[in-house]
């Protein structure tokens, strides 16, 4: 059970340039999620999805977009890249709310700077 | 505005002894702490959770305690083991229909030494 699988791992980007994170988990979750940590804060939502088709903005969802075409896949999308977004991407998902839906099954993190 | 607060950005403990790990939060909204754990280069794994209609949660080694009036949860370890030497993140989240947003605190970095 590979649970939430991120790639790439590790990517350095040009100031401008564009790039899209993935996210795929095999645990048919509906709730998908991508947070970014900066150094020495807590991790910020940039972006979930309820459910296929469906997504919402986080606290700080500028400068990204995603899509939700299938259950299994959750892309963040950069367009331009600014080195404000060199940061650490998490992405997340889980099952129902209220069924223990609040713990969250993170992915291992792409590392990206943007220079 | 921070609204989950852990102010200890690190913490050295023996081997054996107990490890404390303290949280502090803002919004009265939150029902439902938890508490991650994080190692190098890998992502946040959960540990343990709360509700706010406890004031205590066990599970082995590992309680957390919730003190509402004081808006204050603290994750307890004991006997700390090298292994839990990481990164520690509380997080909280309000009442239904919020999807699961957790909030999350910058995180305590642990050290168990020998």
């Known amino acids: 059970n590979a649970g939430v699988t991120q790639t790439p791992k590790f990517r350095i980007l040009k100031i401008g340039q564009s790039m899209t994170l993935q996210c795929t988990q095999d645990?048919?979750?509906?709730?998908m999620y991508w947070y970014r940590q900066d150094p020495g804060m807590g991790l910020k939502l940039i972006y979930y999805s309820v459910g296929a088709g469906i997504t919402d903005k986080g606290e700080v969802p500028n400068g990204y977009n995603v899509s939700r075409s299938t259950t299994e896949d959750f892309p963040l999308r950069l367009e331009l890249a600014a080195p404000s977004q060199t940061s650490v991407y998490f992405c997340?998902?889980?099952?129902?709310?209220?069924?223990?839906?609040?713990?969250?099954?993170f992915g291992s993190g792409t590392q990206l700077s943007v220079l | 505005d921070q609204q989950v607060k852990q102010n200890s950005p690190s913490l050295s403990v023996q081997e054996g002894r107990i490890s404390i790990l303290n949280c502090d939060y803002t919004n009265s909204m939150f029902d439902y702490f938890l508490w991650y754990k994080k190692y190098p280069a890998e992502g946040p794994t959960f540990l343990i959770s709360?509700?706010?209609?406890?004031d205590k949660n066990e599970d082995g080694r590992f309680t957390v305690f919730l003190n509402k009036s004081a808006k204050h949860l603290s994750l307890h370890i004991v006997p700390s083991q090298p292994g839990d030497s990481a990164v520690y993140f509380c997080a909280a989240r309000p009442g239904t229909g919020t999807a699961s947003k957790l909030t999350f605190g910058t995180g305590t970095r642990l050290q168990v030494t020998l």
């Open positions: 645990m048919n979750h509906n709730y």
């Open positions: 997340a998902s889980t099952y129902a709310l209220g069924q223990g839906g609040e713990k969250l099954f």
């Open positions: 709360i509700s706010s209609i406890k």
